[in-house]
């Protein structure tokens, strides 16, 4: 029996001039490798950089951008536990990758706290339910999520605010 439960807690304050208009985070515990993978996806078409906390036991960070013209994909660095948008217009995809259940077998239990230091307008969450997972539970906060099914079959929970 594989039990699942994940707490997840969203801050966003007001830092300086920069506004995220939509941003969508979603959480796929163990979808493509024992671990959790979390991503963000916003649109990026000014010069405003944006900087995200990331928690100390994220393994690595995976990041993409993409238009019409350029596809763009490279592996950073965060100092600080800060995270810096890069400074290209585009579709902005950042994953980050925590292995944390490579090691720990059974029940799992995960927690993140997702922080920005910009404004956002639209927060979209997204939980993509495990396979074969039994009893999961999900507590964010202030979030109604509801279950729906994208296109390739896969259940998430979801919702915005």
Do not use: C, W
Request: hydrophobic share 35%.
């Amino acid at each position: 029996m594989k039990k699942t439960f994940i707490y997840l807690l969203f801050f966003s304050q007001v830092f300086g001039q920069s506004v995220i208009d939509t941003l969508s985070v979603t959480v796929y515990p163990e979808f493509s490798y024992p671990g959790v993978a979390i991503e963000y996806k916003f649109d990026k078409s000014n010069n405003n950089d944006f900087t995200f906390p990331i928690p100390a036991n994220i393994d690595s960070v995976l990041y993409t951008i993409s238009t019409d013209s350029l596809e763009f994909e490279q592996i950073v660095q965060v100092e600080n536990n800060l995270l810096k948008t890069l400074n290209k217009n585009g579709n902005h995809t950042i994953y980050l990758f925590l292995d944390k259940f490579i090691k720990d077998p059974g029940p799992r239990r995960f927690s993140y706290n997702f922080e920005s230091l910009q404004d956002i307008n639209t927060l979209i969450l997204g939980v993509q339910i495990p396979f074969g997972s039994e009893e999961f539970q999900i507590s964010a906060e202030s979030f109604e999520l509801e279950k729906v099914r994208d296109q390739n079959g896969l259940t998430f929970l979801s919702g915005n605010k």
